[in-house]
Nanobody
Framework: QVQLVESGGGLVQAGGSLRLSCAAS????????MAWYRQRPGKLRALIAN???????VYADYVRGRFTISTDSATNTVYLQMTRLRPDDTGVYYC?????????WGPGINVTVSS
């Protein structure tokens, strides 16, 4: 059974940066694509960035140019580098495959951006 565990979140001031990590453990895991999702307070969880192992990242309009998704296939780790953070980036961030697999949702990681 594969487990995905997010880390690297926390509290940051607007304009700051954070790097989230997502480590896969358990069974052999070789997805075609990985993604980061975000659930803002009072909102539904939404896709913000996805990465195909044979291509570049695809981003939601509201994070494009500020966030970068990358992977390290040797360690089965997916990263989300977030820069120029804004208060409306506050939320719980999750990694999963793309499309998402309902069995792989982890606890997520909180990101709070203060103004």
């Amino acid at each position: 059974q594969v487990q995905l565990v997010e880390s690297g979140g926390g509290l940051v001031q607007a304009g700051g940066s954070l790097r989230l990590s997502c480590a896969a453990s358990g069974s052999i895991f070789s997805p075609t694509a990985m993604a980061w999702y975000r659930q803002r307070p009072g909102k539904l969880r939404a896709l913000i960035a996805n990465f195909y192992y044979d291509g570049s990242g695809v981003y939601a309009d509201y994070v494009r140019g500020r966030f970068t998704i990358s992977t390290d296939s040797a360690t089965n780790t997916v990263y989300l580098q977030m820069t120029r953070l804004r208060p409306d980036d506050t939320g719980v961030y999750y990694c999963n495959t793309f499309p998402s697999d309902s069995n792989l949702w982890g606890p997520g990681i909180n990101v709070t951006v203060s103004s």
